[in-house]
């Protein structure tokens, strides 16, 4: 990976539709929604939501299948029409295979 281009990625991203939960981290906010990946990585998620998180909003991802959870915070959301629904994009605090996937790819951490 080129570490001076500001536009490489930091793992390999894997279309992947899995069953996820997200809550908010934050009191102030009371958000919690079952969802689908359309999107992973090492190093977090992309998932399509109907309405628009905050960017930085500390969330907590939850494994509908295992109940394993990593947390992160929201760094982008794109409306895709007409603002809703979003294409959200959540960044975990420490990337890993948290996915579980058997082959990941050879960017991904071990842990």
């Known amino acids: 990976m080129d570490t001076n281009n500001p536009d490489a990625r930091r793992s ?7 069953a996820i939960e997200i809550t908010s981290l934050d009191p102030a906010v009371d958000y919690r929604v079952e969802c689908t ?19 930085g909003l500390p969330v907590m991802v939850q494994l509908v299948s295992s109940g394993r959870i990593n947390k992160g915070r929201v760094v982008f959301g ?12 959540i960044e975990f605090d420490c990337p890993s295979n948290f996915w579980g996937n058997t082959d990941p790819p050879a960017d991904w951490p071990l842990v």
Do not use: F, Y
């Open 12 to 18: 390999t991203r894997l279309s992947r539709q899995i």
């Open 37 to 55: 990946t359309v999107m992973v990585n090492a190093h977090g998620c992309g998932v399509i939501l109907r309405e628009q998180l905050r960017k």
């Open 78 to 89: 794109i409306p895709l029409s007409d603002g809703s629904p979003w294409l959200t994009a």
